[in-house]
Antibody
Framework: QVQLVESGGGLVKPGGSLRLSCAASGFTFSDHYMSWIRQAPGKGLEWLSYISGSSNTIFHVDSVKGRFTISRDNAKNSLYLQMNSLRTEDTAVYYC?????????????WGQGALVTVSS | DIQMTQSPSTLSASVGDRVSITCRAS??????LAWYQQKPGKAPKLLIYKTSTLQSGVPSRFSGSASGTEFTLTISSLQPDDFATYYCHQYNSYSTFGPGTKVDVK
């Protein structure tokens, strides 16, 4: 069955960096767009970025552009999010999410989430 | 950017009730709208995509419809497992989620 397992979350000081990883299994990873979506405590969902199966297409929303970088390693069935210059407002649960084959932004499987806390 | 609004923000209902949640897009998104269900401490779950297509395994008491830029999620007979927060999501132009509607016990 499809599984997405995030790791790498934790406590970091403002201005610091963190790298999230997502291990995928149970499907042909390279066939799917993958996204990162976050949810601040008690708040709604915010889509951050996506990457095509071949890594040819990458997009980041303005709130993280220039600070966060999405990447993938299809040989390792892994998705990554490099987060630099972290701010307190980046505190959230970060979800690794699979896009459907026929719809890159239809999010059909989600990981359990990784909590990132940015605080001094 | 496309903005999404949802109403109500909270809905109190009883088991067996017919429940409807409305979502409005700030501009045309064609039929590129999905609905997700989220329970506390859990990841969201895809219920419906392309306005009215039920995701595999989702009970048929869930349905979706649209009129212009107004979209509706309907639960025909609310079950105990349905108390949760529901988010609409447009994917016509990148991705934007609505603010959510919490369905709680009346």
């Amino acid at each position: 069955q499809v599984q997405l397992v995030e790791s790498g979350g934790g406590l970091v000081k403002p201005g610091g960096s963190l790298r999230l990883s997502c291990a995928a299994s149970g499907f042909t990873f390279s066939d799917h767009y993958m996204s990162w979506i976050r949810q601040a405590p008690g708040k709604g969902l915010e889509w951050l970025s996506y990457i095509s199966g071949s890594s040819n297409t990458i997009f980041h929303v303005d709130s993280v552009k220039g600070r966060f970088t999405i990447s993938r390693d299809n040989a390792k069935n892994s998705l990554y999010l490099q987060m630099n210059s972290l701010r307190t407002e980046d505190t959230a649960v970060y979800y690794c999410v699979r896009g459907q084959i026929m719809g890159a932004l239809i999010f059909d499987y989600w990981g359990q989430g990784a909590l990132v806390t940015v605080s001094s | 950017d496309i903005q999404m609004t949802q109403s109500p923000s909270t809905l109190s209902a009883s088991v067996g009730d017919r429940v409807s949640i409305t979502c409005r897009a700030s501009q045309s998104i064609s039929t590129w709208l999905a609905w997700y269900q989220q329970k506390p401490g859990k990841a969201p779950k895809l219920l419906i995509y392309k306005t009215s297509t039920l995701q595999s395994g989702v009970p048929s008491r869930f349905s979706g419809s649209a009129s212009g830029t107004e979209f509706t999620l309907t639960i025909s007979s609310l079950q105990p497992d349905d108390f949760a927060t529901y988010y609409c999501h447009q994917y016509n132009s990148y991705s934007t989620f609505g603010p959510g509607t919490k369905v709680d016990v009346k």
